[in-house]
């Protein structure tokens, strides 16, 4: 399965990068939503996408929208990952994600969420 991972940080999205590959991931990366949203328009597209919320630009949740609204892409799984914990645990987050995960992930989480996501696809 290919996944896509998006996240405006180098750090966060090479560690997050290596830990997905060791799981025996095939993973794609972008800096922002405008490369990711690039992407997905190709053949061959990943079918889950991990992203980070806030980022310049096009951010995780404008991602997610566009990938709803697409016709082709609304029934790819998404998962937000964030610093903004409060939002996720409150009822005004944004619904468009599949999952949320607050950041710092933690590596057996991150693992559960992405399996769920896989499974149900």
């Known amino acids: 399965m290919k996944i896509l991972l998006v ?5 966060h999205l090479r560690l997050m990068e290596a830990t997905i590959r060791h799981w025996g991931y095939e993973v794609t990366t972008a800096t922002d939503g405008q490369a990711a949203w690039e ?13 980070d919320w806030a ?3 096009l951010d995780g949740f404008e991602l997610t929208r566009r990938i709803r609204d697409d016709d082709a892409l609304a029934s790819t799984p998404v998962l937000i990952v964030t610093v903004r914990a409060a939002t996720v645990t409150s009822d005004s987050r944004p619904d468009q ?8 992930w ?15 696809a």
């Open 7 to 11: 996240d405006d940080e180098p750090v």
């Open 55 to 57: 980022m310049p630009g």
């Open 106 to 120: 933690n590596p057996r989480e991150l693992r559960s969420a992405i399996t769920r996501l896989t499974e149900a």
């Open 39 to 51: 992407i997905l328009q190709r053949d061959g597209a990943p079918s889950l996408v991990v992203t």
């Open 97 to 104: 994600a599949n999952e949320y995960l607050v950041k710092p």
